[in-house]
């Protein structure tokens, strides 16, 4: 009885997580970063890598998925 009870909080857990994980796939720019990502992208296109360069802290999947998420088109 009392592994069904743990097993379920685990449960619980578990989706906490997701839940938190979902969260953190939008991901928050400052206005300056997505003017830089804006201007960068204008002057070299999709090479995110050299983007993210000019942006501490921020890795190229970062830039990516931001662009990919606010820019897409949908055909």
């Known amino acids: 009885m ?3 009870d743990h097993s379920s909080s685990d449960d619980a857990s578990a989706d906490s997580r997701a839940e938190d994980t979902s969260q953190d ?3 928050e ?3 300056d970063e997505e003017i ?3 201007r960068m ?3 070299v296109g999709e090479r995110w890598s050299l983007i993210a360069g000019r942006i501490p802290g921020r890795t190229a999947e970062e830039i990516e ?3 990919t998420s606010r820019y897409s088109t949908s055909e």
Do not use: G, R
């Open 41 to 43: 992208y204008n002057l």
């Open 65 to 67: 998925k931001y662009w």
């Open 25 to 27: 796939s939008k991901l």
């Open 2 to 4: 009392a592994d069904m």
């Open 29 to 31: 720019f400052s206005e």
């Open 36 to 38: 830089l990502i804006t």
